[in-house]
Nanobody, 129 residues
């Protein structure tokens, strides 16, 4: 059974930084991917970033590219999302999601919520002065 546990959220001032962590368990190989999504009040859940655990390929939404960095430790089954230059518009509940990539996964579809099989419980990030 796959489980995802997020940590690292909180309150930060505009321009500040936070690092989110997602610890995955239950995968039997490194053939999986993890994505971060976020959902602000009254808005749709949107893809923020994605990483291939086996290859380390990374993908970003345009709204965060250059400010956020996703990385992973394959041996520890952990993914981090380093968020810099945070803006009030980044305030949301952030979710870690995962799926197997055995067979074939079209990474062009990563921002689509429906292609992800497993979800964490979410963690609040608030950017405010």
């Amino acid at each position: 059974q796959v489980q995802l546990v997020e940590s690292g959220g909180g309150l930060v001032q505009p321009g500040g930084s936070l690092r989110l962590s997602c610890a995955a368990s239950g995968f039997t190989s490194a053939n999986y991917a993890i994505a971060w999504f976020r959902q602000a009040p009254g808005k749709e859940r949107e893809g923020v970033s994605c990483i291939s655990i086996y290859e380390g390929s990374t993908y970003y939404a345009g709204s965060v590219e250059g400010r956020f960095t996703i990385s992973r430790d394959k041996a520890k089954n952990t993914v981090w999302l380093q968020m810099n230059s945070l803006e009030p518009e980044d305030t949301a509940v952030y979710y870690c999601s995962a799926r197997t990539t055995l067979g074939y996964f079209d990474y062009r579809t990563w921002p689509q919520r429906e292609v992800w099989y497993y979800w964490g419980q979410g963690i609040q990030v608030t950017v405010s002065s």
